[in-house]
């Protein structure tokens, strides 16, 4: 007799001997003759809420039925020994995101077994719950903005970045097992297909001929890619996220400087000193990089030391001049003159600390002397001028423009830091202040953060257009100067972690400031 107090259904039953078996209806059927080895069986019957096993010795040897059928309906010949029943708790599933109405029933078991008495025979037992994770989150890509470089000429495979999304669904199922794919290049050119993407990894690599990514003749030095992650493996049914990934084509110095002519003339006047003629050079690298600043040297044609030639670091030009004795060597800036006869110097020009000619508050410059001899012999020496500071350099704010979402919780929009090329105490700590607002336009506000910086966010959430703020800073010179500028905020649609920027409004501006103008119209006429 078998009950596992929940209806015995799907109830299974397995002998220890292959020569017997239990019907549905719980009798012990005999298949063959029984032998006189056979001396115990264990019957083990299981459901879906219980399982159970029973011990059968067999007493009678000789006494045998013929039909050897319903032997335990024979209590004189067995006797039955049950072991303990055992409580079965099997675990219960439940999907999650169940919805209303509540509660619902999520399984039946037993949990506990008492005699007539009351008394706990077995039990209580744990039941385990368990949550079956849906895919309800979609990837999400926390670490940006994603910006990588790769040095152009770069070989084909060079790893440029790396890009990880995150998806809060369970780790252990395809809900969370993420691949990437890059869904669109701009610009795509000369290839649309520079770059790729591991779809497992998140590694971005380039897949170009070095030859194809040549800065210069790119249409342009950097590359936006649409990155996606889609979680279910990639499935067609699984949910997407987006991040958008920067990549910069940094430039190496693989193009010479080439003279734009053959020759160059010149004429100058006995007794004249300074520059004659301006060497130029094209040089196809990038102008903001040392690769493009050109260094000229006089290798020949030059033994008494007469000219000497420098580089305009505006133009990359090289300036060929004439010098005479007791003379300038070097005077980078050209803020330098000397007496031929009695080696005097002075200033020409007014000398600036922070000029890119001053290293560490030094000037340095070198002093060329050539004697009546023949051939003439010359000696130089190193005048170094260390010049103090003077607040004569206003400060300035970085950066100078924001994007924010327009339903965005976090009114944080910009950190803003000053610098200033003077030294302390004429630099830093800085004072950041708003400009003038109206009284209708007061939605934003700055917190100083430390000497060096400061937090600009808004009062309320603004919608979606361009907004040019109005911001001063003023460092700790005496007397301290300031510098105005405008911060540009971009407030942006969101949605679906799509940003959206393209359909803004054309800029609001405070209205202190078109006042200013209209009054100073009227003041005009």
């Known amino acids: 007799q078998f009950d596992d107090c929940q209806g015995n259904e799907e109830v299974q039953y397995e002998v220890s001997n292959p020569d017997f078996k239990v019907e549905p209806d719980g009798s012990l059927i005999a298949l063959r003759n029984v032998t006189e080895n056979i001396r115990v069986l264990f019957i083990n019957a299981r459901s879906l809420h219980s399982d159970d096993m029973a011990e059968v010795k067999i007493l009678g040897k000789r006494d045998r039925h013929n039909s050897i059928k319903n032997m335990l309906k024979a209590p004189r010949h067995l006797a039955l020994l049950r072991h303990r029943r055992s409580i079965v708790a099997p675990p219960i599933s439940i999907p999650e995101n169940q919805r209303t109405p509540f509660p619902k029933i999520v399984g039946k078991l037993r949990v506990e077994t008492t005699d007539e008495n ?84 998140g590694d971005i690599v380039t897949v170009v001929s070095p030859a194809l990514l040549d800065r210069e003749t790119l249409i342009a030095p950097q590359y936006e890619l649409i990155v996606e992650a889609k979680d279910m493996a990639g499935l067609d049914v699984g949910l997407i996220g987006t991040a958008t990934a920067t990549i910069v084509i940094d430039d190496k110095n693989d193009h010479p400087p080439e003279f734009t002519k053959k020759e160059f003339q010149a004429t100058v006047k006995e007794g004249v000193t300074g520059v004659m003629v301006n060497l130029t050079v094209n040089d196809k690298d990038d102008p903001s990089t040392g690769a493009w600043k050109a260094v000229y040297t006089i290798i020949n044609g030059n033994p008494g030391q007469s000219f000497e030639i420098h580089t305009n670091p505006n133009t990359n030009e090289g300036m060929l001049s004439v010098v005479k004795q007791f003379s300038m060597l070097k005077d980078d800036a050209g803020w330098l003159s ?80 000053a610098w200033d090329k003077d030294l302390h105490p004429n630099s830093d700590p800085f004072k950041f202040e708003l400009g003038k607002q109206s009284t209708s336009d007061k939605s934003w506000k700055i917190t100083q953060l430390n000497n060096t910086h400061a937090q600009v ?25 300031s510098y105005s500028t405008d911060v540009t905020i971009q407030v942006c649609s969101c949605k679906k972690g799509k940003v959206d920027c393209s359909s803004a409004d054309a800029p609001h501006v405070s209205m202190a400031v078109v006042l200013m103008f209209t009054l100073y119209s009227l003041f005009c006429l």
């Open 338 to 417: 000397i007496n031929p006869v009695n080696g005097t110097v002075n200033t020409t020009a007014p000398l600036d600390r922070e000029s890119s000619f001053v290293h560490n508050s030094t000037y340095t410059s070198l002093i060329l002397a050539i004697d009546n001899g023949t051939p003439p012999a010359t000696g130089t020496g190193t005048l170094q001028i260390t010049l103090g500071d003077v607040n004569d350099n206003a400060p300035y704010i970085y950066p100078t423009s924001a994007k924010m979402c327009e339903d965005s919780k976090d009114l944080n929009v910009i950190t803003l830091g």
């Open 118 to 201: 009351g008394k706990t025979i077995e039990g209580p037992v744990d039941l385990e719950v368990i949550i079956i994770d849906q895919n309800d989150n979609r990837p999400i890509f926390k670490e940006g903005p994603y910006v990588g470089h790769v040095l152009e000429g770069s070989p084909t495979g060079t790893i440029v970045m790396n890009m990880l999304a995150f998806d809060a669904d369970d780790p252990t199922t395809d809900n969370a097992v993420l691949r990437y794919n890059i869904l669109k290049q701009t610009p795509d050119k000369p290839s649309p297909n520079m770059f790729y993407i591991d779809p497992e990894k």
């Open 457 to 481: 966010s808004l009062l309320h959430n603004l919608k979606k257009a361009n907004y040019n703020l109005p911001l001063v800073v003023t460092d700790s010179g005496k007397p301290p100067l």
